[in-house]
Every structure is written in C-alpha cells, then in structure tokens.
C-alpha cells in the first residue's frame, strides 16, 4: 500500500466517508486494532495496486485498523 497525501483533509472525507455522517475533524475517536484514541484528522489515506483508496489508521502501516474500525468517543 502507498500513502496517498490528503492537502485537503476535511473535503477528502466529505467525499469518501463510506457512512452517513461524517464526523468532524476534530472529534476524536478509538481504533478497534490499535486502541488507541486519536483525531478524525489525523487519518491517512492509502492507496493499493489497483488504485483503490481507504481512509485508514493514523498508525498505518503499524496498525491495519480502517475508517470501519473507529468507534467515536463522547
Ligand atoms: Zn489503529
């Protein structure tokens, strides 16, 4: 997977969030694969051989947690 970079993060997830509401940047959030808590801004995006893009866990590569594995704090 190649990490594809987002200049503009929010307009990004308006157009690639896979669920109805999109959740604010700024609004945090726990990965199921990593546990850890982090900011819906701090995703990154990676991209695989064929060119399909995913919104993907901060701590991609470390982590393979996804956009589904976040559970929304608060
Ligand atoms: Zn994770």
Redesign the pocket.
């Known amino acids: 997977m190649e990490e594809v970079i987002i200049n503009d993060k929010e307009k990004y997830l308006r157009e690639n969030y896979p669920f109805g509401n999109i959740p604010e940047l700024d609004s945090e959030i726990v ?4 546990n ?1 808590i982090f900011k819906v801004g701090q995703y990154k995006v990676f991209k695989d051989d064929y060119d399909e893009e995913y919104i993907c ?4 590569p470390k ?1 393979n ?1 996804s956009v589904i ?1 976040w559970i929304p704090l608060g």
């Not at 866990?57 to 991609?60: A, G, I, L, R, S």
């Open positions: 990965c199921l694969h990593c850890n866990c901060p701590d991609t982590c947690g594995d």
